[in-house]
Each structure stands twice: as C-alpha cells, then as structure tokens.
C-alpha cells in the first residue's frame, strides 16, 4: 500500500467499494474515478492509482496533497483528472467525497444547457438544489482535449461547482461531491443518471412535473437518512455475497 498515513481498514474498504459499485451502477466504465479527503488529513485525500474502477484493489489507493502531488516516494501515478478532486477539496471544506463520472444519460444536459437537468423522481431530491455548469473554453481556449488536467482548470471547475452538489462538464460528463460520506458522492452520482434518463424519458411524452424545491429538499433529507439501505445492497452484489 502506497499510503504514508494510517486509515482505517474500513474506511479504505469502502473507496473500493465505491469504485466498484459506480462501474456496476453504470456510472463508470474503463474511466471516471472517485476520492474521498483523508479522515486524519484534510489537507490531503485518498484515491486509486490510474487504472479502471472496477479492478481497483485497497493496496492501489494512493494519498495526494491538495497540489495533486503524491505524500510518498514511488507511489503510482494517479489520473490525469486528479485536480479535479484536489481542487474542489481545496475550494470546499465541507467536501468529503467526489466523483467524476461520463455516465451517458447526463451528458446530453451538459451539451443542452438550457434543457436543465431536474428532480422528476424523488430518489433525485438534491438535484433541487440546482445543477452548475463548466465550460471548459472559458479557462483553457477552443482546443483542449477537455480533460481537467492542470490545476488552472480543476480552479475553474471548483469555482464553477460552487455550493452545488453537481456540475455539469459540456462533452465530458458530471462531477458529484458529498458532505457526509463516499457513500453519499456514491448514491448522488447513481441517482444523477438515474434520473436523467427518466427526465429524458418523460420528455418524450410531454412536458414533466418536476418536483418543487420543497418537495425535493424534503426527498434529499429522506434519502441521505437511508444511504445504507442501496449502499448494502450494491456492496453486496459487488463482492459476490
């Protein structure tokens, strides 16, 4: 294990578990990725070396400051994308857990802005809070690979998230943070496409009944109260048990 600090068996168990559960979930293929900030360090966070979600094993979590830099010598190389964790860590204190994901039902509300991505079910309350939006050509020009790879564009990207739990990345995919757990970062990116596949669904049938901002803020609390009951349930079929 190329971690310097020590953490608690547990609490790596379930960034693997994370990783697994996104790819089972659809939320992540052979790319996207997910962190949580060390329990012991707030000033530095824990994620997998570059390598596809679902192989991900606990001795391949590594430990990086908020520069995205490693906190050991010879420990693997992490993503490409690893500012965009360690920026929005840097810019959110309240942010325990991040996920950046290409999941395909979110993507085309990032390339339609105005279609705006919307609580149509109760299972995606904390989208009520509102959906941001990154622009990748404000910070780094027309010809980017699109990829958040320098810390100049993870600043943009965390400024643009601001106090939301969501941003949307045109041509790329979505961002989700907790402030409670990875199990929260987990749930939200699951239900994030969820339920815009719903919202596309009902789009085709007519115009939606969204829930209003109560309705949605009343689902969010009720959920985050009963994170373990999915949570059990896909740590279950993920290890097979």
Known sequence: MTIRSKVDPAILDDLVDANHILYAQSVVDGFGHVS???PENPERFLI?????????TAPDIVELDLDGNATQPSTPGSYLERFIHSEIYRARPDVVAV???HSPGIIPFGVVPD?????ISHMGGYLGDGVAHYEIRDTGGPATDMLVKTPELGRALATSL??????LMRGHGATMVGTASV????YRAVYAEKNARLQMEALRLGTPIYLTREE????ALANDQNLDRAWQLWKREVRGE
Request: hydrophobic residues 45%.
């Open 216 to 219: 949605a803020k009343g689902a």
């Open 36 to 38: 949580m900030r060390h």
């Open 162 to 167: 601001g106090r939301y739990s969501i941003v």
């Open 99 to 101: 996920v950046h994901s």
């Open 183 to 186: 199990r929260q970062a987990v």
């Open 115 to 119: 279609a705006g991505l919307k609580p």
């Open 48 to 56: 997998a070396r570059s390598m596809a979600p679902a192989l991900v």
